[in-house]
C-alpha cells in the first residue's frame, strides 16, 4: 500500500491540499496531512484553518512512498523556505520516488531544477519559473514521477492523476465516475 504525505504552510490554497486528500482517501490511499509549520493547525491562504495528522519532524520519510506540495502564494513560499522539506523533495527526485505539485507549487521544483526535459505546468504566470520543463498546458500532467496541476480549478484532475499513478487508469475512471465528474 502507498503511503502520501501532503504538506501544508500557512498559506496554501485550501482546495487544492484538501481536494487531493479527500480524493486520495476514498480510495483508500494513506494519505496524511503534514504541517511544516511549529503547530498542527495551519490556516490556508483564505483563513481557514487546518488541522493536520503530523508535524514535518513526525514523518518517517523511509514509510512515505509520494509527496504533495499544493499551492497558494504564500503557501508556497513557506513550503519553499522549509529546508527539511527540501531535502526530502530533493532525495525523492534522485531516488526516483514521485513528487506532485499544484499551481504555484511547480516553481519549487523548477526552482531546484527538478523539471528538466520534463512536461509540466503551473499556475498561469509561473511557467517562466519551471525551468527547463516543456510547459504543457493541461489541467494535470504526469512525467515520469514528476505530477503537477495548473491551479485550483484544476485540483480534481490532479488529485485523479495521482490515483491514476498509484492504483491505475480503471481506479482513476471509477472514482471520477462516483464523484460525478467529467473529464
Known amino acids: 500500500?502507498?503511503?502520501?504525505?501532503?504538506?501544508?504552510?500557512?498559506?496554501?490554497?485550501?482546495?487544492?491540499?484538501l481536494t487531493v486528500v479527500d480524493l486520495l482517501r476514498?480510495?483508500?490511499?494513506?494519505?496524511?496531512?503534514?504541517?511544516?509549520?511549529?503547530?498542527?493547525?495551519?490556516e490556508?491562504?483564505?483563513?481557514?484553518?487546518?488541522?493536520?495528522?503530523?508535524?514535518?519532524?513526525?514523518?518517517?520519510?523511509?514509510?512515505?512512498?509520494?509527496?504533495?506540495l499544493p499551492g497558494g502564494g504564500p503557501g508556497t513560499r513557506n513550503l519553499e523556505a522549509c529546508g527539511a522539506l527540501m531535502e526530502q523533495v530533493d532525495a525523492f527526485v534522485a531516488?526516483?520516488?514521485p513528487v506532485?505539485?499544484?499551481c504555484a507549487a511547480?516553481?519549487?521544483l523548477g526552482h531546484r531544477?527538478?523539471?528538466?526535459?520534463?512536461?509540466a505546468i503551473a499556475y498561469p504566470g509561473?511557467?517562466?519559473?519551471?525551468?527547463?520543463?516543456?510547459?504543457?498546458?493541461?489541467?494535470?500532467?504526469?512525467d515520469g514521477k514528476i505530477i503537477t496541476g495548473r491551479g485550483m480549478g484544476c485540483a480534481i484532475d490532479f488529485g485523479l492523476a495521482i490515483v491514476e499513478y498509484l492504483k491505475g487508469s480503471e481506479a482513476k475512471e471509477e472514482l471520477a465516475r462516483k464523484i460525478v465528474f467529467n473529464q
Open 1 to 17: 500500500m502507498s503511503k502520501v504525505c501532503v504538506f501544508f504552510a500557512e498559506g496554501f490554497e485550501e482546495i487544492e491540499a
Open 26 to 42: 476514498r480510495e483508500s490511499i494513506d494519505t496524511d496531512m503534514v504541517s511544516v509549520m511549529e503547530d498542527k493547525t495551519v
Open 44 to 68: 490556508g491562504s483564505h483563513h481557514i484553518p487546518v488541522v493536520t495528522d503530523k508535524l514535518l519532524k513526525e514523518v518517517n520519510f523511509e514509510q512515505v512512498d509520494v509527496i504533495v
Open 95 to 97: 531516488g526516483g520516488k
Open 100 to 102: 506532485c505539485a499544484i
Open 106 to 108: 511547480p516553481s519549487i
Open 113 to 119: 531544477g527538478h523539471l528538466q526535459g520534463k512536461r
Open 126 to 142: 509561473f511557467e517562466k519559473e519551471l525551468a527547463g520543463a516543456e510547459i504543457v498546458y493541461e489541467p494535470a500532467v504526469t
